[in-house]
């Protein structure tokens, strides 16, 4: 990380870390990671040059239910379709998002369909899913994609405010503001006869760079679906369970146009099946009456990474990004703005003054002058191999505060780096 922090009060920039080892016996759990030192198993089954990954994350939906303590349910009104949590079923290793249409008292049709997304962000690494997709009618949006939250507070003025989405923001568990990108590993419309994948960054507005290449056509067969995401390029890959071998199918550059397409910061992932009454241009207008046993079917989520020596794993290193929904146009996008236990979110923002940058024309300030408070911008940094990470920072205090420091915490350890007063 290389950026300015100017203190004037009470501080801390938190950094915690949560690392991934692959269990040498029994079941191995959603969350692949532990505290413990040891040998990790390489990945096996991806595509070639993958070898060196490991399994950072799996769910299998091999329980009764969906695992609550790692998904959110998508639950909001897109395309004129209804996402509800009452359409999202774990059974038989199997995550089935079905696909109803049906007519209320008052004679209005309704389309509902509905989704998942990760309660935890990842970063650079290979995503793979197993899918089987709705091909009967027209009308069902499918999709495989990675993409951060913005999830605002439920309240009189914004009632669509999702509150399990705005809970974890209110733990201090997610960013306020953390939509940077979207990686589309696949989207499909239901009868279409395409997969197709897509990249778009958010910062300082949305841009999409892959423009929805096309992909084999999977049928109605289960299939497998993956993208690689580095720090120079996303290669998307597929994979008939028909023959088995994955196929390359396109590669994104990261490094080309200026580098404006080179944006990171860890982002939530996402499986949905999304109703599109309102979206004729995907449906050309027919009649849309799903099937009975009309849905999306997912067989797994797997999340591999590996060790990248002089890569930097944190989102929005220089405070640089800014987007639309970050209205004032001062939040640090992909930081966590501690928000409990009396620290104040509101005494931190990012601001512009080339002369006290040395990494592009933004920087984080906390300050109050001259009311005391507390204050703690963080990131989780979840499902990266072990290894040995280096932690560097532009930093700056004007002294006086009880205390101003840079944490790092893993795995219950903290190590503290007091920031001593300094004019330059």
């Not at 897509?198 to 084999?216: D, E, I, K």
């Not at 939530?268 to 999304?274: D, G, K, V």
């Not at 703005?337 to 040395?358: C, K, L, M, Q, W």
């Amino acid at each position: 990380m290389s950026s300015f922090v100017k203190v004037i009060a009470s501080i801390g920039v938190c950094l915690t870390f949560s690392q991934c080892e692959i269990p040498t016996s029994g079941v191995a759990p959603n969350r692949i990671q532990s505290t413990r030192s040891g040998a990790r198993t390489a990945a096996v089954d991806l595509p070639d040059g993958l070898d060196n990954f490991s399994l950072c994350y799996q769910d299998l939906f091999d329980q009764s239910r969906l695992n609550e303590t790692d998904w959110l349910y998508r639950t909001d009104t897109r395309f004129g379709g209804q996402n509800l949590k009452s359409q999202v079923v774990v059974a038989n290793n199997v995550l089935t998002i079905n696909y109803d249409r049906n007519q209320d008292a008052a004679g209005n049709i309704q389309y509902k369909s509905g989704g998942i997304i990760s309660k935890q962000t990842f970063g650079y690494g290979f995503y793979e899913v197993k899918a089987k997709l709705y091909r009967a009618t027209k009308g069902l949006h499918q999709s495989f994609w990675t993409m951060g939250l913005n999830p605002k507070e439920p309240s009189a003025s914004s009632p669509t405010a999702d509150p399990d989405q705005y809970q974890l923001v209110a733990n201090d568990l997610l960013p306020a503001f953390n939509t940077a990108l979207e990686i589309d590993g696949f989207e499909q419309n239901s009868k279409d006869g395409f997969l197709a994948s897509n990249h778009h960054v958010y910062t300082p507005f949305q841009t999409s760079s892959v423009n929805q290449l096309t992909r084999p056509n999977p049928g109605t067969d289960w299939f497998r679906m993956g993208f690689l995401w580095t720090p120079t390029y996303i290669k998307f890959f597929y994979r008939s369970e028909t023959n088995g071998q994955w196929v390359a199918v396109a590669t994104k550059s990261l490094t080309t146009d200026g580098g404006k397409w080179d944006v990171y910061a860890p982002q939530n992932f996402w499986l949905t099946a999304l109703a599109t009454p309102e979206y004729p241009t995907w449906w050309d207008g027919e009649t849309r009456s799903p099937a009975s046993d009309a849905a999306m079917q997912v067989g797994y989520f797997k999340y591999y990474a590996k060790i990248q020596p002089g890569v930097n794993l944190i989102g929005n290193a220089g405070f640089e990004y800014s987007n639309r929904a970050d209205a004032s146009g001062n939040y640090p996008i992909g930081w966590i703005e501690t928000r409990n236990y009396g620290f104040d979110p509101e005494r931190s923002a990012v601001t512009t003054n080339i002369a006290n940058t040395n990494y592009g024309s933004r920087y984080l300030v906390h300050e109050s002058h001259p009311t005391p408070y507390k204050c703690t911008t963080k990131q989780i940094l979840e499902y990266i191999p072990f290894g040995n990470y280096k932690l560097t920072a532009h930093v700056r205090s004007s002294g006086g505060q009880r205390m101003a420091a840079m944490r790092v915490i893993q795995g219950g350890v903290e190590r503290l780096i007091n920031i001593p007063a300094s004019s330059a």
